[in-house]
C-alpha cells in the first residue's frame, strides 16, 4: 500500500520560479528512501510541501490517500526540521516533545508514556526540564527527532538527520531508523548513512528527478555522482588489498 504519492508536483516559493517540477514518486507503506542533491536542489522544500507547510505549486500530494491541502495539520506526517531552532518552541525540552502528542487529544498515561520512550530512544533521558536553547546542537537535533517519534507518525520526512551528531549519536540513530517501520524519506549528504539505511534513492538537482533506483546501483555511478555534485560513498569505492589505496579516486 501507498502511504506517500507525489503526481506532477512543482514545489516552489510564492513569487518565485518553481524549484522542482513535475516530480512523480510513490511511497510504499514501510519503505525507506533517499533524497540526495546538491545544496539548494529542492529537498527541504519538498518536505515543506508533502507536509503541507508550503502549497504546491501544481499537482498533488497524497498521504495516506487522502490529498495534502496546505495549513492543514495531518497526524500521519512527521517532519523533522533541517534547523532544530525552528522546530523547538517550547520552554523546555519534555514540553516541547510532549506538544506533538498531547494535540492529538491522548490522555496524559499515553502522552508520558510515548514521551518517555522517544526520549530515551533518543538518548536524551535526564533532560526533561532543560530550556532547548540550552541544549547542544547535537541534543537539539535528537530532541526534534523525539518530538517526531512521539507522534507515531507513518510518514515521516528526515531532513538531514545525522547533521551536527557525534559518531556514537549518529550509531544510534541509524540503529533507530532501522528498527522503526514507518516509511521515511531522508533527505541527507551523509551518503554513507543513506546507504545504510534506503535501500532506494532518488538525486534532484536543476528542478527535476536525474535518478532514481537502488541505492548502490545509483551511489557507486560515479560518472552520475560527479555530474550532479556528489562523490561516489567510501563504502561503494573499489580499493586495492593492499594499502588500503583506491583503486578509482575521484577527481
Ligand atoms: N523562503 C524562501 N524564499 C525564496 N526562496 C527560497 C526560500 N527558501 C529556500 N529558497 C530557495 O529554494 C531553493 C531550494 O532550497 P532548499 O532549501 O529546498 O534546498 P536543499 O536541497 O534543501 O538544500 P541544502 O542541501 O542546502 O539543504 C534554493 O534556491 C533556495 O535559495
Ligand atoms: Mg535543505
Do not use: Y
Amino acid at each position: 500500500m501507498s502511504v506517500l504519492v507525489l503526481d506532477s508536483l512543482s514545489v516552489g516559493w510564492p513569487g518565485h520560479a518553481p524549484v522542482l517540477e513535475h516530480l512523480s514518486l510513490t511511497l510504499q507503506t514501510g519503505s525507506r528512501v533517499g533524497l540526495v542533491g546538491p545544496n539548494g536542489a529542492g529537498k527541504t522544500t519538498l518536505f515543506h510541501t508533502i507536509a503541507g507547510v508550503l502549497p504546491a505549486q501544481a499537482g498533488t500530494v497524497v498521504v495516506s490517500g487522502r490529498p495534502v491541502r496546505a495549513g492543514e495539520f495531518r497526524t500521519e506526517t512527521a517532519l523533522v526540521f533541517q534547523q532544530a531552532e525552528d522546530q523547538l518552541f517550547c520552554p523546555t525540552l519534555i514540553e516541547d516533545v510532549s506538544f506533538g502528542p498531547r494535540n492529538l487529544g491522548l490522555s496524559e498515561p499515553e502522552v508520558n508514556a510515548r514521551v518517555g520512550h522517544a526520549l530515551e530512544a533518543c538518548g536524551l533521558a535526564g533532560l526533561e526540564n532543560r530550556p532547548v536553547h540550552h541544549l547542544s546542537g547535537g541534543e537539539k537535533r535528537r530532541a526534534c527527532i523525539a518530538g517526531a517519534l512521539a507522534m507515531q507518525p507513518e510518514l515521516m520526512l528526515l531532513d538531514e538527520p545525522s547533521s551536527a551528531l557525534d559518531m556514537r549519536q549518529r550509531r544510534r540513530l541509524i540503529k533507530l531508523l532501522t528498527d522503526m517501520d514507518q516509511a521515511m524519506l531522508i533527505a541527507s549528504h551523509d551518503l554513507e548513512l543513506v546507504l545504510e539505511l534506503c535501500p532506494h534513492v532518488i538525486v534532484i538537482d536543476q528542478g527535476r528527478i536525474c535518478a532514481d533506483g537502488p541505492s548502490r546501483e545509483v551511489l557507486g555511478d560515479a560518472a552520475l555522482m560527479q555530474a550532479h555534485g556528489q562523490e561516489v560513498p567510501h563504502s561503494l569505492t573499489p580499493h586495492h588489498d593492499a594499502g588500503h589505496s583506491h583503486v578509482k579516486n575521484c577527481p
